[in-house]
């Protein structure tokens, strides 16, 4: 391979980065040697220290390793114990400002240590004799009950939202049952569905959600679950509304056969939206999810599941078959978080926080003529002309994001007749010489979709909000 061909900025990090583009495509596979530093530096016109930096990059983040006189050679990826969607969200060249995790702010998270003190205080040592005690303790349970956006007839706690989902599923799926899914939508869903053997259905997305024509087209096609997001929508931030809820719940109420729908409540306490839930119409076949990772920490492994009997009391019983349960203590800190004054106020705070950091940024690209709805949540949905040349142009001015290709659900199934998935959040026409991504309009929102997206973690954003939007207008432009 011609390595210096694929190189456009000739700065270490540029090199290093055309070399990290080249492994994640799969144009450099493990085991494959790179050209010497000096054969490099002179087909780039460099001096060998340029190219000698470029490799160390590369090194430190585990893409290469040097064997010294045999040469550079090229490593096995350093995340291969990731499903697919995920390593294609974890790579990527080193960066100053990394927008791409999708990870909530560690400075705005409450702080575990009083909390932890307290229930140390309380409860010396790890509870003796639960293996036949209720999973859920009975302080998280009330304060769950209280706040649940509808009324469940099961509650129970689980290690984090992508396993309660996936427990769900194998209580109500079966081997090659079709899904219906938001496109786009959450990339470890589409690598958990593939896992289970349950192909997706795509349902096209507006600014409330879950479109109601695609659902019913979607549970048409089979489907005989839904996967959605209600609030805060990962990565478009669209948020349902109780009318829209209400009328996807009125497209399952119609449907001839049983369906179950399994909500996502990711964000939770740092969402500005309200907490809307098709369980209101649809007590006996929705299933919440509530996770506590964005506002209290990923670390604590928490999320909260509620709805039927039938389906909560059969996921409960299997899980006594392998974790048996979520650990109480933990359970117990969670109570601590929920309930004391300090740690209540973080949150409050990060929730506003969030909202302006939003705002700001989303303010910031309007002034360079990038229009993109506000939404809610960590996330913004960024409309490019091209997804690689955006990425390429990102890490030349030092800033991460993650490509939007894995939000995709590969499908067109639900997005409409021939159309393209997820058109609903497609990029409309641009103006000569600037980038001008449209949110989707009122009623279907459709657009061509000539150029894909970027997922950018607006949550991390500190520091220069116009700098950081001028990077990724000139980034999303042709």
């Not at 996330?379 to 991460?400: F, M």
Request: a neutral charge.
């Amino acid at each position: 391979m011609d390595l210096a061909s694929h190189v456009d900025d000739r700065s270490p990090r540029g090199i290093a980065a055309a070399v990290a583009r080249l492994v994640h495509g799969g144009d450099l596979v493990p085991g494959d040697r790179l050209p010497t530093v000096r054969a490099l530096a002179i087909d780039l016109g460099v001096s060998p220290a340029t190219v000698s930096g470029a490799f160390q990059a590369l090194a430190t983040v585990g893409l290469v390793a040097s064997r010294g006189r045999a040469g550079t050679f090229v490593l096995p990826p350093p995340a291969a114990w990731l499903p697919p969607r995920y390593r294609d969200l974890a790579g990527g060249a080193p960066a100053r400002l990394d927008l791409s995790t999708g990870t909530p702010d560690p400075e705005l998270l409450p702080a575990l240590g009083p909390a932890l003190a307290r229930v140390a205080a309380r409860t010396p040592a790890a509870e003796a004799g639960t293996y036949l005690s209720a999973p859920l303790v009975p302080e998280l349970e009330s304060l769950l009950r209280e706040s649940w956006p509808f009324v469940p007839q099961r509650l129970t706690v689980v290690d984090g939202a992508v396993d309660a989902i996936s427990r769900t599923l194998e209580q109500v799926a079966s081997f090659g049952d079709r899904v219906a899914v938001e496109d786009p939508g959450f990339p470890p869903l589409f690598d958990l569905l593939d896992q289970l053997g349950l192909p997706r259905v795509a349902c096209a997305l507006d600014r409330n959600g879950m479109r109601p024509d695609a659902l019913a087209r979607a549970l048409d096609a089979g489907a005989t679950v839904v996967v959605l997001q209600p609030r805060a929508h990962n990565p478009t931030g669209a948020s349902l509304t109780p009318t829209r809820a209400r009328e996807l719940a009125a497209v399952v109420r119609r449907h001839h056969s049983p369906v179950t729908v399994i909500e996502d409540d990711h964000c939770g306490q740092i969402s500005s939206a309200r907490d809307v839930s098709l369980g209101t119409w649809l007590p006996d076949a929705t299933v919440h999810v509530r996770s506590y990772s964005k506002s209290h920490g990923p670390d604590l492994r928490l999320a909260a599941v509620g709805g039927p009997a039938r389906v909560l009391d059969a996921l409960v019983a299997r899980r006594m078959l392998g974790p048996g349960w979520t650990s109480r203590l933990l359970q117990h800190v969670l109570v601590d978080l929920l309930t004391d004054p300090a740690a209540v106020d973080a949150v409050a705070h990060a929730r506003r926080v969030y909202f302006a950091r939003r705002r700001a940024l989303t303010t910031a690209l309007a002034l360079f003529d990038v229009h993109v709805d506000g939404g809610d949540g960590i996330n913004l949905w960024l409309p490019v002309h091209d997804e690689r040349t955006a990425l390429l142009r990102l890490e030349a001015a030092g800033i991460r994001a993650a490509p939007g290709s894995p939000f995709v659900a590969g499908t067109a199934g639900a997005g409409g007749p021939g159309g393209p998935a997820g058109s609903g959040w497609s990029r409309g026409p641009a103006t000569p010489g600037t980038s001008t991504p449209t949110r989707p309009a009122d009623g279907d929102g459709t657009h061509d979709a000539p150029g894909g997206h970027l997922r950018v973690t607006v949550g991390l954003l500190v520091g220069d909000v116009a700098e950081v939007a001028q990077a990724l207008a000139l980034a999303a432009g042709p």
